[in-house]
């Protein structure tokens, strides 16, 4: 069974960069040429913003009206992907969560991981 | 402001049947596959409807999609306790280039 675990530090400083790493286990990314893996924010109290969305690849897509620049990165032999939020101010505060959604948008975003707390904060 | 407008609360009573209703434009909704999401508090998310109107494997048929035009809905029937959550909406927009989602409908049972 297809498992997401988030991972990274619940607490970021201004003006820095937020690193979060999602595992996958039950799956092999390498393998998974139908998916693209992806992330997800949720502001405290706030509905959902999709972040970007990242191929076995490396090819990835981001969302345009994010203010920090995006990076995401996939690591094949460790099986897991990566986030990178640069410049974060109080904005970013969230819950982060990883996910995955098939090449054909069709399909949705089918599973999840338990989401991260990420608090930006000096 | 979210690109897609979702009501944010409904509510009925046990056993009753309620929809929840997403609208946007022919950017995402009107050329694009609507799904729906449930999300208990203080969990993540879970795929309820895909593809308009179909059910992942182990989803009770009591929820039902459907999309028309710009807009698409959720039904719930039968509704029970357990279905207190928010839900939301998401699809592909094709003028921004992004998944886009509702800003979220809390139903209360």
């Known amino acids: 069974q297809l498992q997401l675990q988030e991972s990274g530090p619940g607490l970021v400083k201004p003006s820095e960069t937020l690193s979060l790493t999602c595992s996958v286990s039950?799956?092999?990314?390498?393998?998974?040429?139908?998916?693209?893996w992806v992330w997800i924010r949720q502001p405290p109290g706030k509905g959902l913003e999709w972040i970007g969305s990242?191929?076995?690849?490396?090819?990835?897509s981001y969302n345009p009206s994010l203010r920090s620049p995006v990076t995401m990165s996939v690591d094949t032999s460790n099986n897991r992907f990566s986030l990178k939020l640069t410049s974060v101010t109080a904005a970013d505060t969230a819950v982060y969560y990883c996910?995955?959604?098939?090449?054909?948008?069709?399909?949705?975003?089918?599973?999840w991981g338990q989401g991260t707390t990420v608090t930006v904060s000096s | 402001q979210s690109v897609l407008t979702q009501p944010p609360l409904v509510s009925a009573a046990p056993g009753q049947k309620v929809t929840i209703s997403c609208s946007g434009n022919?950017?995402?909704?009107?050329?694009?596959?609507v799904s729906w999401y449930q999300q208990f508090p203080g969990t993540a998310p879970k795929l309820l409807i895909y593809?308009?109107?179909k059910r992942p494997s182990g989803i009770p048929d009591r929820f039902s999609g459907s999309k028309s035009g710009t807009s698409a809905t959720l039904g719930i029937s039968g509704l029970q306790t357990g279905d207190e959550a928010d839900y939301y909406c998401?699809?592909?927009?094709?003028?921004?280039?992004?998944?886009?989602f509702g800003d979220g409908t809390k139903l209360t049972v």
């Open positions: 593809d308009n109107d």
């Open positions: 990242i191929y076995y690849s490396g090819r990835g």
């Open positions: 996910a995955r959604h098939h090449v054909l948008t069709v399909y949705g975003m089918d599973v």
């Open positions: 022919s950017f995402n909704i009107g050329n694009n596959y």
């Open positions: 039950g799956a092999s990314i390498s393998s998974s040429i139908d998916y693209y």
């Open positions: 998401g699809t592909w927009d094709s003028r921004v280039s992004a998944w886009v």
